[in-house]
């Protein structure tokens, strides 16, 4: 079969995923959780417990706030201990619940273990409301990085229709493999989620589409679909970023989604594969969403591996479950090394957002002298929204923010492809970031 992709721009860098193939494996429970409740994109979740407060696993600790929200639920049994601002992997400010763990060896308390599973007739009796209301109040979001509220992303605009489902198993960001692992190992479950995405939002068709280096996931499901007409599976060609929403969408369907637009405008509801896992879990195991797989990953890492970790466990004890920091390390990235983030603070909790810790040596992690753009436009051939990096970058030096805009900065999906190809290694990236986040703030016209 022939391999699809997007159509403009691209790079291919280095796969370097190191954790290939290892098995998932569970990080124990920390004596004390400390849960962002700005867990998602949107208004951060309002608190709904206090100081003192006892609270069981799977609890909810904080409600959606607006449309746009999700609420965060405690992943272990324990007492509240504080409410205060901490600062995250960033460190930017951010309201937090502090949870101490009574009993860490049964901190998944008997009231999770109570719930049964909702029975296949129970499922199937859902209606696509009930649906969208159990995986809100389950605190699902997309779990590919963006942590958009998956409720919002199934409520279909009023005079809009879906067509098909995409799951994005597409994991083109070098390091990282959690997504790997859950298809690998997971794929009747993903599948199973998958259906209920469909459902929710009325559509007969869906694709999975995996980028092709992941030979055993295209090979899992495959097996598990066979004879089924409804889901597909599209291998894909290695390209970064072939997992960026609009560019999957164009090289599944042949679409493209309009400048402004979303993907329901070409007709395609997006998830990533994780995200469906996490949608089965919330209707068949009536579990919120309180932990998820994290790649923990670096050339130099003694026990690299893929990591079931409870939200809300801090950076540093996921690193010392993993071997703890090299004694080289330079840099420590939420993410990969294209879309993530340099952390400066490691006593910082992880988030639904974090799908890998990437441990890069003082070797790699330096940055190269900047020196004049030499006009040779390999930003702008690379760029796979069509658009001109190096232009950007001058006007946001020169804090031409509504020149900017009209260069359709707002449409860059900030993939880094720029910066990495660049000859005089200006940072491109760093540039658009500022001129975009300076741009939201300009009354709007």
């Keep these: 079969m022939k391999l699809k ?8 860098p280095a796969p370097s995923k190191l954790t290939s193939g ?8 920390s004596s004390e959780i400390r849960l962002e409740l700005a867990e998602s994109i949107g208004v951060p979740a309002r608190c709904i417990v206090k100081p003192g407060q006892s609270v ?50 049964t901190a998944v308390d008997e009231a999770e273990e109570a719930l049964s599973p909702r029975t296949q007739d ?27 509220p998956t409720r919002v992303k199934l409520s279909i605009p ?24 859950l298809m690998c190992g997971y794929p009747d479950r993903i599948v199973a989620g998958c259906r209920l995405i ?47 929403e609009k560019q999957l969408i164009y090289a599944l369907t042949g679409k493209e989604v309009p400048e402004g637009g979303l993907p329901v405008d070409a007709g395609a509801v997006v998830d990533n594969v994780a995200t469906a896992y996490a949608v089965y879990d919330a209707i068949y195991n009536r579990k919120p969403l309180t932990q998820r797989v994290v790649t923990v990953t670096g050339p130099h890492l003694k026990k690299p591996g893929n990591y079931l970790v409870k939200i809300g466990t801090t950076i540093s004890s996921i690193i010392e479950a993993a071997g703890g920091l090299p004694e080289d390390t330079g840099k420590v990235i939420a993410g990969g090394p294209m879309m993530g983030k340099a952390m400066s603070r490691l006593d910082a909790p992880t988030t639904k957002a974090i799908s890998g810790i990437l441990v890069l040596p003082e070797s790699m992690s330096k940055r190269r002298s900047e020196e004049p753009c030499i006009r040779c436009a390999k ?3 690379v760029c796979p929204m069509g658009l001109e990096p190096y232009q950007m970058m001058n006007f946001s030096i020169a804090k031409r923010f509504e020149d900017i805009t009209k260069l359709h900065v707002m449409s860059c999906l900030e993939c880094g492809s720029c910066s990495y190809v660049c000859p005089s290694h200006r940072p491109l990236l760093d540039y658009i970031r500022y001129a975009k986040q300076e741009i939201r703030k300009m009354p709007k016209k």
């Design 198 to 244: 469909m459902k929710a939002v009325g559509v007969d068709r869906a694709i999975i589409g995996i980028e092709a280096n992941k030979p055993q996931a295209i090979a899992a499901f495959r097996r598990l679909l066979k004879g089924c007409d409804d889901i597909s599976v599209q291998p894909l060609k290695m390209k970064y970023p072939q997992g960026g």
């Design 22 to 29: 290892m098995p998932i494996v569970e990080i124990g429970v």
């Design 5 to 12: 992709t997007f159509r403009k721009g691209g790079i291919h």
């Design 56 to 105: 069981s696993a799977g609890e909810m600790i904080a409600e959606a706030a607006a449309f746009v929200s999700a609420p965060v639920h405690s992943p272990v049994a324990g007492t509240v201990k504080r409410i205060e601002k901490l600062r995250d992997p960033q460190g930017f400010w951010r309201e937090a619940v502090v949870i101490a763990t009574e009993h860490i060896e």
């Design 158 to 181: 009023e005079g809009k229709k879906a067509e098909v489902v995409i799951l994005n198993g597409a994991e083109c960001e070098p390091f990282l493999t959690c997504d790997e692992v």
């Design 122 to 148: 129970e499922v199937d009796a859902l209606t696509p409301k009930e649906i969208i209301d159990i995986v809100g109040n389950a605190g699902v979001v997309g779990l590919g990085g963006a942590t958009f």
């Design 379 to 381: 930003c702008v051939s």
